[in-house]
């Protein structure tokens, strides 16, 4: 069982960074690949980054390439999203979620998740 709780959202202007943290409890974190979500209003969850358990790979979708860096810190039991150059188009709400199995893309893929934590990006 891994409990996930994200912090860190906020009210911000186009071009500013922002870093969302995802706080994580349970004995597995560590050894559990961690991903980050997002859901804009009327829209559908999706993939925003991948990092594997030991914080070694990373893969990030392709819109934040070169703006978003997912990281973790396993000593802190916690998994990180810096996001830098922000755009009112990545205004949504951001979840972690801890990976079980299938494409990393697909929500169905994680088996546990955060209450998620809103991002908005003024103009």
């Known amino acids: 069982q891994v409990q996930l709780a994200e912090s860190g959202g906020g009210l911000v202007q186009a071009g500013d960074s922002l870093r969302l943290s995802c706080a994580a409890s349970?004995?597995?974190?560590?050894?559990?690949?961690m991903g980050w979500f997002r859901q804009a209003p009327g829209k559908d969850r999706e993939f925003v980054a991948l990092i594997n358990w030991s914080g070694g790979a990373t893969t990030v979708e392709d819109s934040v390439k070169g703006r978003f860096t997912i990281s973790r810190d396993n000593a802190k039991n916690t998994g990180y999203l810096q996001m830098n150059r922000v755009k009112p188009e990545d205004t949504a709400i951001y979840y972690c979620?801890?990976?079980?199995?299938?494409?990393?893309?697909?929500?169905?893929?994680?088996?546990?998740w955060g209450q998620g934590t809103q991002v908005t990006v003024s103009s």
């Open positions: 979620a801890a990976y079980r199995d299938g494409h990393y893309t697909h929500p169905g893929s994680y088996a546990f």
């Open positions: 349970g004995r597995t974190f560590s050894s559990t690949a």
